[in-house]
């Protein structure tokens, strides 16, 4: 059963930092694209990174670009949303998918393409 499982969310002052993990069960990630959504209360959820299998390539939302680093463990089929210099803004609700491919499906805010989401994990940047 595929499985996808977000963790390391919680509450954090602004320009603060914190580590999502998206640990995979039920398939081995090194075959998959995964990407991190996010969904703030009242708003669309939107595509915030993603990194292929492929070659590793990474994808940014202009929003984070710079703040925020994606990168994958093969070796213990998770992948990583390393946030740093948070903002009120960045608080939401964030998940991750994966489009069943090697490649990142674009756009991101074509959800149906991804095909396995997780259950989220909530981020709150607030003082």
């Known amino acids: 059963q595929v499985q996808l499982v977000e963790s390391g969310g919680g509450l954090v002052q602004p320009g603060g930092s914190l580590r999502l993990s998206c640990a995979a069960s039920?398939?081995?990630?090194?075959?998959?694209?995964i990407g991190w959504f996010r969904q703030a209360p009242g708003k669309e959820r939107e595509g915030v990174s993603c990194?292929?299998?492929?070659?590793?390539?990474?994808y940014y939302a202009d929003s984070v670009k710079g703040r925020f680093t994606i990168s994958r463990d093969n070796a213990k089929n998770t992948v990583y949303l390393q946030m740093n210099s948070l903002k009120p803004e960045d608080t939401a609700v964030y998940y991750c998918?994966?489009?069943?491919?090697?490649?990142?499906?674009?756009?991101?805010?074509?959800?149906?393409?991804?095909?396995?989401w997780g259950q989220g994990t909530q981020v709150t940047v607030s003082s």
């Open positions: 998918a994966t489009p069943e491919a090697v490649l990142c499906s674009f756009p991101m805010n074509l959800l149906d393409e991804y095909d396995y």
């Open positions: 039920g398939f081995t990630l090194d075959y998959y694209a």
């Open positions: 990194i292929s299998s492929s070659d590793g390539s990474t």
